[in-house]
């Protein structure tokens, strides 16, 4: 068939086990030596241009990413348009750094509080949420991200968030003293043509606490894909689908719509809550000017970069939002455009640009992209309830099942 891909796997075969396993680990492995080789700050020369990058950078995608991840919840697999994200995400940033800072909480301790927290922050909006949607939603919600950071800075709550100066905290994450992380350091050295880019000889105390927090982040994010995963494929998650579909046709199966509406606004702000965790205890201050609304925007721009309705989108929509507002601000020249034409604040349009020509490229994101290039290549083949292979199997992978195989 024209469609056939080349290549072509059964499911649950030997094949396919290897293809996943080794997947895997060539993704631990990259992990590694990203870590390793950025825990300091360092950078990436493309087209002329110097980009920077960094371990703590990429601990702030992290926060970034587990926030996107709720918004796929709420939005990708519900079909609510939510912009106040950021409402969350700065809430569970200034309670873990109070927490933190006043209390002597650690940062994982705080989870105790900051997720049942802004899960009932999240079920309460989702109630008045039940009786508008569409555009009425999105703004109802970006104006509670935009009365945020005007609501912290309130004098019956400075105590607690410090105002407009903002609420400092000392991280108390340090690697064990057992952990090999100068071993680890010193076999990326001698890797041949590759070692110079891992430094030279043991890792300095921060470039330790760096590599730590990074990977203890790491862990936290596939804890919250795994949970989210599992949530997408079962009953409920299911349910959350055919609202998403077709509201009317799931309401007349017998599905509690606003109970499942609900569920999914907390949900979403319970994993805002903890990216806000995650980006306080990286950066060591909740300030203001890091919650407004913006922050918000540059969530669903996340959002839609990377995928409505899949896992991966999240990954690949934290990603960008962390970098390429930055790079493309750091960028002094491009092939075929006059330098003077790059000179000033640039930043915002060139992002804006690859926006716009991304939206008529990939009009489903980079994962849907990423998809379509994978399926004229490889496709994994499904097997019915008698151990058959799938009839047909040239049929396109929903965005569904790929968040099924990343979980």
């Known amino acids: 068939m024209a469609n056939t891909p080349r290549f ?18 060539l993704f631990v492995l990259f992990l590694v030596m990203v870590a390793f080789a950025y825990n300091d700050t360092g950078s990436l020369t493309l087209l002329g241009n110097d980009y920077t990058i960094s371990t703590p950078r990429l601990t702030k995608a992290i926060a970034f990413i587990i926030c996107i991840l709720g918004l796929q919840v709420v939005a990708g697999f519900t079909g609510q348009l939510s912009l106040g994200q950021g409402f969350f995400f700065g809430t569970g940033a200034y309670l873990a750094a109070w927490l933190v800072a006043d209390h002597n909480w650690s940062w994982f301790a705080t989870l105790a509080v900051v997720v049942p927290v802004c899960f009932l922050l999240g079920m309460i909006v989702g109630v008045p949420a039940l009786r508008i949607r569409g555009l009425y939603l999105a703004l109802v919600t970006l104006g509670l991200a935009a009365v945020f950071p005007s609501l912290i800075q309130l004098s019956q709550l400075q105590p607690y968030t410090n105002g407009a100066g903002g609420k400092i905290t000392d991280s108390d994450l340090k690697p064990p003293d057992w952990l090999p992380l100068d071993g680890i350091a010193v076999a990326l050295q001698k890797i041949p043509l590759l070692g110079q880019y891992f430094g030279d000889g043991d890792l300095s105390t921060k470039e330790s606490d760096r590599v730590w927090v990074f990977f203890l982040m790491v862990v936290l994010t596939v804890i919250c894909f795994k949970l989210v995963g599992n949530l997408i494929n079962s009953r409920p998650g299911r349910a959350l689908r055919a609202i998403r579909d077709n509201e009317t046709s799931a309401a007349v199966t017998g599905m509690n719509l606003s109970l ?22 990286e950066l060591g201050i909740a300030a203001p000017g890091d919650f407004t609304q913006l922050i918000s925007i540059y969530f669903i721009v996340g959002l839609v ?64 992209g990423t998809r379509k290039l994978k399926a004229k290549i490889l496709r994994i083949v499904p097997r019915t309830p008698d151990g058959d292979l799938a009839v047909d199997a040239d049929a396109d992978e929903t965005p569904d099942e790929l968040g099924s195989a990343t979980a």
């Open 260 to 281: 499942y509406k609900t569920l999914s606004f907390g949900l979403a702000s319970a994993l805002g809550g903890v990216g806000g965790i995650v980006y306080v205890a």
């Open 8 to 25: 072509q796997i059964a499911e649950g075969s030997t094949a396919q086990l290897t293809y996943k396993w080794v997947g895997i680990g």
């Open 305 to 368: 970069v990377g995928g409505v309705g899949t896992l991966w989108g999240a990954v690949i929509g934290g990603l960008v939002i962390t970098f390429i507002p930055d790079w493309a601000a750091s960028t002094e020249e491009l092939p075929g455009i006059p330098e003077r034409w790059l000179q000033g604040p640039t930043g915002p349009l060139i992002m804006g640009v690859l926006l716009i020509v991304l939206t008529f490229v990939l009009p489903g994101g980079v994962v849907a």
